[in-house]
């Protein structure tokens, strides 16, 4: 049961009646969401009128260094150690929080579904696995720290998706998601 929210961009968010989760409903499957953010589009919008109504004008220019730095200090104040941290950023985009947490001396590796955003963080050096978290089959306990911003509410299956962070999260460590 859910009561409608609003409507953006084509999609429908609505509230949980029982839990209260903000989601998009109907959802995506997960080859539709593959697709949709794996488009140049979706992050750098060009034209005017009639051109596409959903993603980012400028995904570069809202993601600043100040946005970025805000993100990694409600990141650095989970962790449970100032370095060595083994960090995942799920829908990392094309990598801004792995660079500044590799900075920081973290370890850092990226998950993200699309092939263009993946391929700019490779092409400056980041470790970013593209593709599902099923896909990316991480081993039990890898990582001290795992990020999801803005990613909960468009996946199909947010339960199961939970119950694999669990797995691959080291006991004692931290999801953080908005």
Known sequence: RSAELWRKDGACYVRCEVCSLVYENP?????????FYSSESYYVQRGGPGGPTSGYTDYFAQCSPAILAEYFALLRGVATAPRGVRYLDVGCGPGGLLEIAGH????????????????????R?????????????????????????????????PVTYVRELHRILRSGGVVLAE
């Not at 920081?104 to 092409?123: F, I, K, M, N, V």
């Not at 050096?125 to 039990?140: K, N, S, W, Y």
């Open 104 to 123: 920081a001396g973290w370890d850092p590796t990226g998950l993200e579904l699309s092939r263009w955003s993946g391929e700019r963080g490779r092409e």
């Open 27 to 35: 959802r995506f499957t997960a080859e539709e969401l593959k697709e």
């Open 125 to 157: 050096g980041l470790r970013i696995v593209e593709g599902t978290l099923e896909q990316a089959a991480f081993p039990d306990e890898s990582f001290d720290v795992i990020s999801l911003f803005d990613v909960l509410e468009h996946l199909p299956h």
